[in-house]
């Protein structure tokens, strides 16, 4: 079916900014000349004017994603239409490239800093959690950072409510609002070892809940941790979690009520851990998480599909090769209206190697492809997230040959459109980086958050970049941040099987929890932008 979508344009002109002044700028259809104008004031009143333009324009462009055959119709003078026949359009693809903004840049408090996720908020910034961590005191605090359009920190503070606290995943909520999944130190007396919380805009807790159990349970099961989150319709959130090698996932309401839980697990030695969540289409949820069937040292992966209500539709294991050891959870995406899925994880090669591993599978679970990817040299190689990427296809990040962030471009049959690595150039010793959390951001560009040890780095420091639609950052960059990474593909048979697990309702109960909240004053450090 096609949906036309009608923006009307005003015409912008914008030909020639100095370094000291705008020779001139004129909005037409608004009557507003502008002449002799100093930079300062064109960043301070046109420059958010322009964006908000291209924003809007992103928007309307990621209101039609996923649909076929959809136009839309720019009116740029009266009796004149300019159609744009599908989102490949290169006219659009072209014009949003040219306003996305780049840059890269670095957040240090002195300590261990790492960057765990990012998402891009709809106020045309990002939201990047992480940890600041203290190995010498055994000590670990929670970390988040909102920033503006350009990386600049508007807000950052440490969040505590037990010990050794982080979060593992924020997303933006429909208000506007965050979302976060966070763990900690395991305290089989308090349960607040996993927890979900919600934050106003501005960073202020409005409500948090742990899991424990119920005195019918007894102490066996511990939701040792929340491990994704993902916003509902209702305004409330849903969660996934580990509970002593099962699944758990909840809905709750938007004040933090438990509405559903549901807690899954297989038999024998069957452990799972990780769990990653996703809407599906219908208004159900789809939750992958890694271990093994019967043998944990298969390190296999399972999907199940829960409808609306929570009851168990399907359940599938996927055989393979996943590394033992991952530096973190495999990702499950769900990425078209028509509920297929990706799942990308690391996957071990022989001899100690990892590459990337790319699922796709339909919307019962099936694989459509696998593909494992690699450096050219079969060193380690890892994918710590997966984004849905527009037009269609998948961004990765992790990191490449144990020392570079890495960003990965995959097309939707699975083909690499692009592979580029980020590293400071010349150091010695030894010192990595990686990326931990990517995400679309807001403008068509991509946005990646991690850490590294490089850049004037103390123990290490969160990492954030912000690149155009092909990984690049514009500017005087330092030599080694967007160079080439040649990677091989190989395709995969992954063997997969229905699987039957048990879904009940676990005997847990939510309890409030206190968020103590610090600011604090990162150092920043830009490496390039433009």
């Not at 941790?225 to 969660?239: E, K």
């Not at 851990?273 to 219908?282: E, G, I, V």
């Not at 123990?459 to 690149?467: E, N, R, Y």
């Not at 960059?477 to 699987?499: E, F, K, N, Q, R």
Request: hydrophobic content about 40%; proline content about 5%.
């Amino acid at each position: 079916m096609t949906r036309t979508f009608e923006l009307h344009f005003v015409r912008l002109y914008l030909l020639e900014i100095s370094s000291a002044s705008l020779s001139w700028y004129l909005l037409p259809d608004a009557g507003i000349p502008v002449s002799g104008m100093d930079l300062p004031v064109f960043r301070a009143i046109i420059l958010p004017m322009r964006c908000l333009t291209v924003l809007v324009l992103a928007v309307c462009l990621d209101a039609c994603s996923g649909c076929s055959d959809t136009r839309l119709a720019g009116h740029a003078d009266a009796g004149a239409d300019v159609y744009f026949d599908s989102l490949h359009d290169p006219d659009i693809h072209e014009f949003l490239d040219h306003q996305e903004i780049t840059w890269s840049r670095t957040y240090g408090t002195g300590l261990e800093d790492s960057g765990l996720s990012v998402v891009g908020s709809s106020d045309g910034g990002y939201v990047v959690a992480g940890t600041i961590r203290d190995e010498e005191a055994w000590e670990q605090d929670a970390w988040l950072l909102r920033l503006d359009a350009m990386g600049e920190p508007l807000w950052q503070r440490t969040y505590a409510w037990d010990a050794r606290e982080r979060w593992n995943v924020v997303v933006e909520t429909a208000d506007g609002g965050l979302a976060l999944a966070g763990g900690a130190a395991v305290d089989r007396t308090t349960g607040r070892a996993g927890i979900a919380a919600r934050l106003d805009a501005g960073g202020v807790p409005l409500w948090a809940v742990g899991f424990v159990p119920s005195p019918a349970s007894g102490p066996e099961i511990l939701v040792e941790r929340i491990t994704d989150v993902v916003p509902l319709d209702s305004g409330g959130i849903a969660v996934a979690g580990q509970a002593s090698g099962n699944i758990v996932v909840a809905r709750l309401d938007p004040s933090g009520g438990l509405v559903q839980m549901r807690l899954l697990s297989g038999t024998g030695t069957d452990s799972w851990n990780a769990p990653s969540l996703a809407r599906t289409a219908d208004g159900g949820l789809a939750v992958g998480a890694r271990g093994g069937v019967d043998n944990p040292s298969e390190h296999s992966y399972v999907l199940a599909k829960l409808d609306a209500g929570g009851d168990l539709e399907w359940a599938k294991t996927y055989a393979g090769a996943l590394a033992s050891e991952p530096p973190a959870g495999l990702a499950t995406v769900l990425c078209s209206t028509s509920g297929s899925y990706f799942v990308a994880s690391d996957y071990t090669l022989g001899s100690g190697y990892r590459g990337i591993l790319g699922l796709a599978l339909d919307a019962s679970g099936r694989p459509s492809w696998a593909r494992v990817y690699t450096s050219d040299s079969w060193d380690l190689c890892a994918g710590l997230s997966v984004a849905p990427s527009h037009p269609g296809g998948w961004t990765i990040a992790g990191y490449w040959r144990r020392a570079d962030a890495w960003l990965l471009r995959i097309g939707e049959d699975g083909s690499v459109d692009w592979s580029l690595r980020y590293h400071e150039s010349g150091v010695t010793p030894y010192v990595r980086d990686e990326m931990r959390a990517v995400d679309q951001a807001p403008d068509g560009g991509i946005v990646a958050a991690g850490s590294t040890e490089g850049f004037g780095a103390v123990a290490g420091d969160i990492w954030v970049l912000k690149t155009d639609a092909a990984g690049r950052i514009r500017g005087d960059c330092p030599a080694g941040i967007g160079s080439d990474a040649d990677v091989l593909a190989m395709d995969l048979d992954i063997p997969y099987a229905d699987i039957d697990l048990d879904s009940t309702d676990p005997f847990f109960v939510t309890v409030p929890v206190a968020l103590a909240t610090t600011p604090i004053d990162a150092v920043l450090s830009t490496q390039c932008s433009g």
